[in-house]
């Protein structure tokens, strides 16, 4: 994880900002930064699906965190995954979502030498990906973090009941993805 540049830009060797002189409150944060990057990077990709940008997002959550540093409140952790989800929701970065029209759909290829069951995994993330980022973020927080809907309520700053409606939007979409569709002929999935 690189350091981050505090309100003046400059670093110190500790990573606070140039004239920061050390207090509780630049110890308290790259504390929390060493103890809780790796968690936060796990949502942040999970969220984006790409190493770069999850590496990007987690850096801008945790420069926003920095200046607020100071008015956090009890545990900052629920606070910079709020920010780093509210973030992810509103990156003017990600208009292009990767996907090509084309005209025929690709052949898929036969699962003799066994990548079908490698090949599954990879089809629920492309199907993640197709979900509307408010939806992921709602699965992604209640069933890759693992917290429950009253959390993912207040770190989405809505009410439980449309994380409950998010989750069972984003799961009937999940059933009629093509990428997830059953086999008739052997009742697996592709």
């Not at 500790?14 to 050390?22: N, R």
């Not at 990600?94 to 759909?105: F, Q, S």
């Not at 052949?107 to 995994?121: L, V």
């Amino acid at each position: 994880m690189t350091a981050l540049a505090g309100p003046s830009g400059a670093l110190t060797a500790t990573g606070g900002p140039v004239g920061d002189s050390g207090s509780g409150d630049a110890v308290g944060f790259d504390e929390f930064v060493a103890a809780r990057s790796g968690g936060l990077l796990r949502t942040a990709y999970l969220l984006t699906h790409d190493h770069a940008l999850a590496e990007d997002l987690l850096q801008t959550a945790l420069a926003k965190a920095w200046f607020a540093w100071s008015r956090i409140e009890g545990r900052p952790e629920p606070y910079v995954r709020k920010v780093l989800v509210n973030t992810y929701a509103s990156w003017w970065r990600r208009r292009w979502n990767g996907e090509l029209a084309t005209e025929e759909l690709p052949e898929r290829g036969g699962g003799a030498d066994g990548t079908d069951t490698a090949d599954a995994g990879h089809d629920l993330w492309r199907a993640m990906e197709r979900l509307p980022r408010r939806m992921r973020a709602v699965v992604v927080l209640r069933y890759f973090e693992d917290l429950t809907e009253a959390e993912t309520a207040r770190l989405l700053g809505c009410s439980v009941g449309t994380v409950k409606s998010q989750t069972s939007k984003a799961f009937a979409k999940l059933r009629i993805d093509p990428a997830l569709a059953r086999d008739d002929d052997q009742g697996d999935l592709r």
